[in-house]
């Protein structure tokens, strides 16, 4: 029987031993950490991503295993959808995978039941200010920072043509002037869409209430309550009547955070929408399946000022290792290069986000792609616009978006208000937060 994330929250108690690592003897291809010795180690690699990524990931690992003919590396990829299910199962039978790629989300579930290897031999010396703390729970530290990102909105350009319209102004729209523009473009472009996932997604939620003084969360737990819900529930019943965001039925079936479609299937890619909620490092391979053109745009503001709308630079993703491997020295040593190493940068490019390693970072620009020229410019161009980073999300938060939907299709449906909807799904995060 697979075991769920909740199962693996609830009842994973004993499920992780730690496992203490040796000396990392060596961080280049070719180096051996003191594990196996010379029978051949395999290493079991999970990550979750797209075309784009899989066939990166491919080739990065076939030039680690070209360099280092005794290890063997065991690809696992996946779909974000079922990721995480799959791990929880695999985590609970102690079949965990070596090598975990990590979302923020979910860090602190596994940290905290002492199911990833403590990665603190991993060089981030060169990593720039404020990347590497993503990855730590407690005094560990758990998940090394695999690139950064930052949430945005894509915009399809063609559809703004055709609705002979400009792209917004992302310095000073509101979170109503995005309404009201995605309103305009849905029926003049008459596309299902003016905008998808921005309201049933907690990246969004968290911008908006980060831009009233809060957090999503805090180390003890929500940082906000029924009535900022609410506020965000009712902002999202606006939509709808204005026809922004789609009937309930289409947004059940394309705005859902659990819908797991592949890129090239999303509103955005087929043409449906304007516009999509994406994290910056997305932009390659939404570019690529759709065909052409993507602009970046800023989230909105409460005040209508970039500077206030509180953004954050965020760990796309983190590279975490069970602490039940058999080869603690050589994931550490595969990880070590995998975030340091000229070559791997090379192969992987921004895809995984903009490298934390700052002297990476500087060789690889020239050999970014367009798109990915234009990932990395972004992120440099709204660094007066971040704020604080938020904390990684405590145990049990990291259903908030399925939860957060569940009850936001009840009020699509018609079935609860925007008040009932939102006490209910403060109450059962808390629920999911306290275990």
């Given amino acids: 029987m697979a075991v769920s994330r909740r199962q693996f929250l609830f009842g994973a108690g004993g499920l992780a031993a730690a496992a203490a690592t040796t000396g990392l003897t060596g961080c280049a291809p070719g180096s051996r950490g003191g594990g196996s010795g ?23 690992i076939d030039a680690y295993v070209k360099a280092n003919p005794s290890i063997k590396i065991s690809p696992q990829p996946g779909e974000f959808a079922s ?47 404020g990347t590497v703390d993503s990855g730590r729970i407690g005094d560990k530290l758990v998940g090394i920072n695999a690139g950064v990102n ?22 000073t729209w509101t979170w109503d002037s995005m309404i009201d523009v995605s309103a305009e473009v849905a029926a003049k472009a008459d596309v299902p869409f003016g905008v998808v996932q921005v309201f049933a997604g907690d990246p969004m939620f968290g911008a908006f209430v980060r831009q009233q003084g809060k957090e999503l969360f805090t180390a003890d737990g929500l940082g906000f309550d029924v009535d900022d819900a609410k506020a965000w529930f ?29 890129i090239d299937q999303a509103a955005l890619a087929t043409g449906k929408t ?28 409460i005040t209508g000022k970039a500077t206030e709308r509180k953004a954050w630079y965020k760990a796309s993703m983190l590279w975490s290792a069970s602490a039940k491997t058999t080869h603690p020295d050589e994931v550490i040593a595969l990880i070590n290069w995998w975030v340091n190493s000229p070559e791997c940068a090379a192969i992987n490019l921004s895809e995984r986000g903009v490298p934390c390693n700052t002297e990476i970072l ?30 990684a999300p405590p145990t049990g938060a990291g259903k908030i978006a399925e939860i957060m939907f569940r009850h936001q299709t009840d009020v699509l449906f018609g079935r609860a208000s925007t008040g009932d909807a939102a006490q209910k799904f403060v109450d059962e995060l808390k629920s999911n937060v306290k275990g």
């Avoid at 299910?85 to 990590?102: N, R, V, Y």
């Avoid at 043509?161 to 310095?171: F, G, Q, R, T, Y």
């Fill in 150 to 171: 930052s949430a945005l909105i894509f915009a399809n350009p063609a559809i703004f043509e055709k609705a002979k319209m400009d792209l917004p102004d992302d310095k």
């Fill in 38 to 60: 010379g029978g051949g180690t395999d290493i079991k690699f999970a990550w979750w991503g797209n075309d784009v990524r899989n066939k990166n990931t491919q080739a990065a």
């Fill in 83 to 129: 990721y995480w299910d799959k791990l929880a199962t695999q985590t609970a039978g102690g079949q965990a995978p070596d090598i975990i790629q990590m979302d923020m989300n979910y860090i602190s579930e596994y940290g905290n039941r002492q199911a990833l290897l403590d990665l603190s031999k991993v060089d981030v010396s060169k990593f720039s200010e």
């Fill in 362 to 391: 500087e060789a690889i620009k020239p050999q970014l792609a367009k798109e990915q020229q234009a990932v990395v410019k972004y992120i440099e161009d709204i660094k007066p616009e971040v704020a604080n980073t938020p904390v």
């Fill in 234 to 262: 009712d902002l999202m019943v606006k939509a709808q009547k204005a026809n922004a965001i789609g009937s309930a039925q289409q947004i059940s079936e394309e705005g859902s955070p659990a819908a797991g479609k592949p």
């Fill in 274 to 301: 304007a516009m999509q909620y994406y994290n910056s490092n997305q932009l390659p391979a939404v570019t690529a399946a759709k065909g052409s053109e993507v602009a970046l745009l800023r989230f909105p503001s």
